[in-house]
């Protein structure tokens, strides 16, 4: 059973930055890929940023350059430091895990946290 606690999410004026933080409650298994998606209001949750065990990152295009993505040493947190916050990045934002135990996948997602950037 993994629950993932999130934290960061917040309102902020345009230019402003926000980081988000995502732990999961245990990670014995570890966890392949740990990533952020998010959905704005009228449209479809998106994946905007993950990070594999191997270090290798993914950023939408949209975020790509203002965003920052990374584990802690623990393998057990993801955070998105978000800097340069646009109208656009507005959405809740979900945190999303993978754990691979055997021939299974095992997704767990956090239950969302408000991001608003308004002026």
């Known amino acids: 059973q993994v629950e993932l606690a999130e934290s960061g999410g917040g309102l902020v004026h345009p230019g402003g930055s926000l980081r988000l933080s995502c732990t999961a409650s245990e990670s014995r298994f570890g966890f392949n890929v740990m990533g952020w998606y998010r959905q704005a209001p009228g449209k479809e949750r998106e994946l905007v940023a993950k990070?594999?065990?191997?270090?290798?990152?993914y950023y939408t295009e949209s975020v790509r350059g203002r965003f920052t993505i990374s584990r802690d040493d623990l393998k057990n947190t993801v955070i998105l430091q978000m800097n340069s916050l646009q109208l656009e990045d507005t959405g809740v934002y979900y945190c999303n895990v993978l754990q691979h135990i055997g021939q299974i996948t095992y997704p767990f997602w956090g239950q969302g946290t408000q991001v608003t950037v308004s002026s």
């Open positions: 990070i594999v065990s191997d270090g290798s990152t």
